[in-house]
């Protein structure tokens, strides 16, 4: 997959829990380990909102692009 989803970094920083971050941006925990482990085809901007909104960070400190070369 050439975008990678770097939530377990932010949740890490912020000595946080998957659990607590769904609760506060009001997803399921399925659905944000979904997102978090790179299986989701897309995120709303809601969504994304909300993550950069309580882990205090911008989209690209969530997500980043690798050329798919590179991501083997």
Do not use: S
């Given at each position: 997959?050439?975008v990678i989803v770097?939530?377990?970094?932010?949740l890490?920083r912020?000595?946080?829990?998957?659990?607590?971050?769904?609760d506060?941006?009001?997803?399921?925990?399925?659905?944000l380990?979904?997102l978090?482990?790179?299986r989701?085809?897309?995120v709303r901007f809601?969504?994304?909102?909300?993550?950069c909104?309580?882990l205090?960070?911008?989209?690209?400190?969530?997500?980043?692009?690798?050329p798919?070369d590179a991501?083997?």
């Amino acid at each position: 997959m050439p975008v990678i989803v770097d939530i377990d970094v932010m949740l890490a920083r912020r000595k946080m829990g998957v659990g607590e971050l769904a609760d506060r941006i009001g997803i399921t925990p399925t659905n944000l380990a979904v997102l978090k482990n790179g299986r989701a085809k897309a995120v709303r901007f809601t969504t994304l909102d909300a993550l950069c909104e309580v882990l205090e960070c911008q989209p690209g400190d969530l997500l980043r692009r690798v050329p798919e070369d590179a991501a083997d």
